[in-house]
């Protein structure tokens, strides 16, 4: 077939598997993805905009006879005198405020006059292929033949305030972008005090809320809850998506398993505060929400301004969690990532800051470049501690100069010594924040985010800077840009070490004050814009203060995220499993880290903590030239592990087969290729036990007709038959071993035979 024939028929087949329609008579509209339908009606007479279904692929659309419009005496057109009995009750697929339903809405305003009643209708709406960018915002993306859009123009004919409900669809994954934009259209300025990006109403089906909590050096621990009348909610105010709560929530029937059952999700494509709320009304249907976090949040919209609200990723699975899971993976992947590195497998690093802190210089880093790379480690990454005068915690954010009492011979030395040896050289910056210890500071005191005439409260003995304002952002920036183009520096790793507080900024009016956070987080994203397109080769991986910024705002401009400050393997199984929940493996930078553990003290198997961090990015957290010669000599062999099994952990099918955190003795979990050729399946150990039986695990997600080998056969002495097929594999699994000693794992390679 001559190619263009042929990438046209592509095009024709992958759109069979999406498709957006509006039924004029019944005035249903209908987003289907490869597996799901997704309805929304239009209340006749009012417009309002009503939540009539979501789930499996349906084939028609003759839904209306769902509209919970007939239910006396709730019928507005019919029954004006019970009004507000409609409004409470009624499936919203977007709400308004204050004139009638009494469940919380997603949407609220405060007008000059002081009043915030507003209620939406339909007005019109467009359908189109492709999905258009979100103004200063992260956003998934994809061209006109793998994804379709949806508008709705909502408005408010008193304010003259439009609301556009856009939804995104995908030919290749069952999920929905959703976001929301708002316009005024009329004459008076007016503050807006609430607008989320998504609303969801529907029955409860005896659901449980699913929710990923922690702290530091705990990070995204997964939480499940039933779900009661009243509200239940996570969220953040924080100034970032945060170490303790996540911007994640699902729900999903009691029943479900890993395979099969429904599951609702929702995840903020953004990095500041979020709220994830549901509520169970009085008569049993439910509200799910998420958006930016109200609190502090007041954004003064003038005449003919718009406000554009960030991305919501709305995922239901009948197949379980693990079909959230995979939902989430493939979107992220082909959707949201973007650069070089997107599909590309990315160098062992080795990073210094566990390995010396803030004690170190051109010589020791040198030593530890030249051990990691006859080991066959590609990168070294210098981290904290090599500008201004800082030699520990307490100075010099700001000064984004190279300390050349510590990195004698300059940077640019130091970097050409480290390429070399054949690696590349990566750095490490923190550009939100500046020390009260730094000339930036005493030039420009005005530049932290601060309360005039309160003393602010210092978090690792620093301020936030008011990235609000372009001065700051372009000294900023600038300053590390020079540091960047002044050596050949390939990996940049940009951290955020404390959470906002104070919150006033001495460059916005007082009425604008409400606006900060959400500025500031844009201003975040336009510095990481600028960096990607300045230096479009870079390796970005995004940190803060371990894990409190990994989500999907942050993906956006890096391909990679630090999971959490906690490298000790056993405390990873559950970090990586509630990040692995909802994001790829190839986003979870995880390293192999010293003993005993700097976090919790632990001393585990060094094979151990190399096939935990293989499940992420893959590197080297220690000083290569201090650790234990046995160690150290099986550096090379995890280095081959990597370049064996990368592809397949970065671009495979993950499938969570069992979790310590549930069981409390052993964890599981497989990658199994795209064509299902291979599979690789990690088996965590964590406590030995006298006495016990092999453990059966059953694996998942390959052919039933193929037939695999184990082909490491020799690290599992144990098993004497060595092939399967793969209907047997995945329901009635192999024995698994009670291996002596704790914290003791495996791996095994089934491939195709
Ligand atoms: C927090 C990060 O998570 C660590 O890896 C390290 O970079 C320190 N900050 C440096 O201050």
């Not at 263009?4 to 039924?23: D, F, G, H, K, P």
């Not at 554009?308 to 992947?333: D, W």
């Not at 300390?403 to 390429?419: A, P």
């Not at 024995?735 to 095994?748: L, N, T």
Request: aromatic fraction near 10%; glycine fraction near 8%; include cysteine.
């Amino acid at each position: 077939m001559p190619v263009s024939r042929m990438a046209l028929w592509q095009t024709v087949e992958r759109n069979r598997n999406m498709n957006i329609t509006y039924n004029e008579k019944n005035r249903i509209f209908k987003l289907d993805t490869p597996n799901t339908s997704y309805c929304i009606g239009v209340v006749d007479e009012e417009n309002f905009l009503g939540h009539v279904y979501y789930g499996r692929l349906l084939g028609s659309d003759d839904l209306a006879y769902l509209m919970r419009t007939g239910e006396p005496p709730f019928v507005p057109s019919e029954n004006n005198r019970d009004r507000t009995s409609f409004l409470d009750t009624f499936p919203m697929e977007y709400t308004g405020h204050n004139l009638g339903d009494y469940r919380e809405g997603a949407f609220s305003v405060r007008t000059m006059g002081g009043h915030t009643g507003v209620s939406l209708s339909y007005v019109s709406h467009r359908i189109y292929d492709g999905k258009e960018a979100l103004d200063g915002l992260p956003a998934t993306f994809g061209g006109n033949d793998e994804c379709k859009t949806l508008d709705i123009v909502c408005e408010d004919s008193i304010l003259k305030l439009q609301v556009v409900l856009s939804y995104s669809i995908f030919a290749d994954t069952d999920a929905i972008a959703r976001s929301v934009k708002v316009i005024n259209n009329g004459g008076d300025a007016i503050y807006l005090t609430k607008v989320l990006s998504a609303c969801m109403d529907m029955d409860n089906a005896d659901y449980e809320m699913i929710t990923l909590h922690g702290s530091w050096a705990r990070e995204r621990a997964i939480q499940t809850c039933p779900i009661r009348k009243g509200k239940q909610s996570v969220g953040s105010v924080r100034g970032e998506s945060s170490h303790q709560e996540h911007p994640f929530m699902a729900w999903k029937s009691r029943t479900v398993t890993e395979e099969a059952g429904d599951v609702y999700a929702m995840n903020f494509v953004y990095s500041g505060n979020f709220i994830a709320q549901i509520e169970e009304s009085q008569f049993g249907s439910i509200r799910a929400m998420m958006g930016i976090h109200p609190e502090d949040f007041c954004w003064k919209l003038e005449p003919g301004e718009r406000f554009q609200a960030p991305e919501v990723i709305c995922v239901y699975s009948a197949k379980g969690l693990g079909g959230m899971t995979r939902n989430f993976h493939e979107l992220y992947r082909n959707h949201l990532i973007r650069g070089i590195y997107k599909d590309k497998k990315r160098p062992i690093l080795i990073n210094n800051w566990e390995a010396t802190y803030f004690d170190f210089d051109t010589d020791k880093l040198l030593d530890i470049a030249r051990q990691a790379s006859a080991l066959g480690i590609e990168m070294l990454v210098m981290d904290d501690g090599w500008f201004g005068h800082r030699n520990d915690d307490n100075s010099s954010l700001g000064d984004w100069f190279v300390n050349e009492s510590k990195i004698k011979g300059g940077l640019k030395y130091l970097v050409d010594e480290v390429n070399k040896l054949g690696m590349k050289f990566g750095i490490w910056v923190e550009p939100e924040m500046i020390s009260p210890d730094s000339d930036l500071y005493r030039e420009h005191p005005d530049w932290a985010i601060q309360i005039p005439g309160r003393v602010g409260s210092l978090a690792r003995n620093q301020y936030v800077l008011d990235l609000t304002r372009k001065e700051v952002r372009d000294c900023v920036y600038d300053r590390i840009a020079a540091v960047l183009r002044s050596a050949n520096i390939e990996y940049v790793k940009w951290d955020m070490n404390r959470q906002l507080s104070d919150l006033g900024s001495l460059g916005l009016p007082a009425d604008r004050q409400g606006e900060l956070v959400h500025r500031q987080t844009l201003a975040l994203y336009e510095m990481q814009e600028r960096l990607i397109t300045d230096f479009p080769n870079l390796l970005l991986e995004n940190c803060s203060g371990g894990g409190a910024r990994f989500d999907p705002g942050m993906l956006y401009y890096s391909p990679q995220i630090w999971c959490s400050d906690d490298a000790d393997a056993i405390e990873r199984l559950s970090i990586q499993a509630g990040t692995a929940l909802v994001y790829p493996l190839s986003t979870m930078g995880a390293h192999v880290s010293d003993c005993p553990n700097h976090t919790v003290g632990r001393t585990t198997p060094f094979e151990t903590r190399g096939y935990v961090a293989l499940a992420g990015t893959f590197g080297y957290e220690l000083d290569v030239t201090k650790i234990p010669e046995a160690d150290r000599n099986r550096i090379p062999e995890q280095v081959a592990m990597y370049h064996k099994y990368n592809d397949l952990v970065r671009q495979g099918d993950y499938y969570r087969i069992a979790h310590y955190a549930d069981n409390h003795f052993y964890d599981c979990y497989a990658v199994v290729a795209k064509d299902q050729s291979e599979a690789l399946v990690t088996y965590v150990q964590v406590l030995g036990r006298p006495n016990v039986h092999s453990r059966r695990i059953c694996i998942p997600g390959l052919d039933s007709e193929k037939t695999y080998v184990i082909e490491n056969a020799a690290d599992w002495p144990e098993i004497r038959q060595t092939a399967y097929r793969g209907d047997t594999l995945h329901y009635a699994g192999i024995h698994v071993p009670p291996i002596s000693g704790d914290f003791k794992a495996r791996i095994m390679h089934l491939k195709e035979k």
